[in-house]
Nanobody, 115 residues
Framework: QVRLVESGGGLVQAGGSLRLSCAAS????????MGWYRQAPGKQRDLVAA???????TYADSVKGRFTISRDNAKNTVYLQMNRLEPEDTAVYYC?????????WGQGTQVTVSS
């Protein structure tokens, strides 16, 4: 069983920065694709960024150049550095681990950006 625990969310003014962390238990972390998703009220959950076990990354167009995903396999942790935050980034952010057909989700952390 894999457990994902997010931290680092909060309230920030537009233009500010936050760093999210996701600590994973279990032995699959090094092999899994790790991703961050977000869901705003009334909207679907969308991919924000993901990183493969080899370290390749992908980003949603809306966050390119502002957000950076990284992972530390020794610490079983994935990070999301969010800079130049905008009110449109307000959402619950979820950590996701994917390995083949297996999918795991964290409980989510709220990010609120005030204008």
């Amino acid at each position: 069983q894999v457990r994902l625990v997010e931290s680092g969310g909060g309230l920030v003014q537009a233009g500010g920065s936050l760093r999210l962390s996701c600590a994973a238990s279990g032995s699959i972390f090094s092999f899994a694709v790790m991703g961050w998703y977000r869901q705003a009220p009334g909207k679907q959950r969308d991919l924000v960024a993901a990183t493969s076990s080899a370290g390749t990354t992908t980003y949603a167009d809306s966050v390119k150049g502002r957000f950076t995903i990284s992972r530390d396999n020794a610490k079983n942790t994935v990070y999301l550095q969010m800079n130049r935050l905008e009110p449109e980034d307000t959402a619950v952010y979820y950590c996701n681990a994917r390995l083949g057909e297996l999918r795991y989700w964290g409980q989510g952390t709220q990010v609120t950006v005030s204008s």
